[in-house]
């Protein structure tokens, strides 16, 4: 059963380890540096179980839907230090802002090709 901290497959970077209780685990990182930060959970199994997500036996983290992600981390800094949700929900605003200039530029390029 690896910790949260020890799971590090090579496609996350920038990794904060938010929360591991020996049964789950939650980080927040970059994952596939081509997305921007984001939330990533698992759970660590038991004995020589690797926990899930896993493939082949290598323990892995599951990327938490966007939409979702905010209850999970305003959870998360309510058992961590108050102080903690703060960073979080700045990382959490510029991973929106991103999102919507992405969309407003998205919709621009339909626009022009409209016309």
Not at 28 to 42: A, K, M, Q, S, Y
Not at 57 to 65: I, Q
Not at 77 to 85: A, E, I, T, V
């Amino acid at each position: 059963m690896p910790r949260g901290s020890k799971v590090r497959p090579h496609l996350w970077s920038n990794v904060i380890d938010l929360y591991d209780d020996g049964e789950c685990s939650a980080i927040w990182g970059r994952f596939d540096e081509r997305t921007p930060r984001c939330l990533g959970i698992r759970w660590n199994g038991k004995g020589k179980d690797v926990g899930y997500p896993n493939l082949g036996g290598n323990p892995l983290w599951f990327v938490v839907p966007n939409q979702f992600a905010e209850m999970i981390l305003l959870d998360i800094c309510n058992r961590q230090n108050k102080h903690f949700y703060r960073r979080v929900r700045k990382e959490y605003k510029l991973l929106e802002n991103t999102k919507n200039r992405r969309e407003r530029c998205i919709t621009a390029r339909k626009k022009r090709r409209d016309y």
